[in-house]
């Protein structure tokens, strides 16, 4: 069974970074679609970055431009780089990778922008 933690989040302040890990018990070489998505209360949960074999990168509107997600294969983690963080960014961030035709999800990290 694939496990996938998550760690990073906290709460900062508008216009603030964040560095999202997530550490992968599978080597990541074998997973092709690693993604990070969010989910704030009420609202339903929204993939916001997505990285193929390391090659292609996909981000969703909301984020394009301020989000970088990137792979490390020697340490088996994904990362996602949030910059200019903005209040509507506040939700919970999941870590997830397709193995085996099925896609497997992390606990997440709370993430809260608020001055």
């Known amino acids: 069974q694939v496990r996938l933690v998550e760690s990073g989040g906290g709460l900062v302040q508008p216009g603030a970074s964040l560095r999202l890990s997530c550490t992968v018990s599978?080597?990541?070489?074998?997973?092709?679609?690693m993604a990070w998505s969010r989910q704030a209360p009420g609202s339903q949960r929204e993939v916001v970055a997505q990285d193929f074999g390391g090659r292609l990168t996909n981000y969703a509107d909301s984020v394009e431009g301020r989000f970088t997600i990137t792979r490390d294969n020697e340490k088996n983690a994904v990362y996602l780089q949030m910059d200019m963080l903005k209040p509507e960014d506040t939700a919970k961030y999941f870590c997830?990778?397709?193995?085996?035709?099925?896609?497997?999800w992390g606990q997440g990290t709370q993430v809260t922008v608020s001055s």
């Open positions: 997830s990778a397709v193995l085996d035709g099925a896609e497997h």
């Open positions: 599978e080597n990541i070489l074998t997973i092709w679609r």
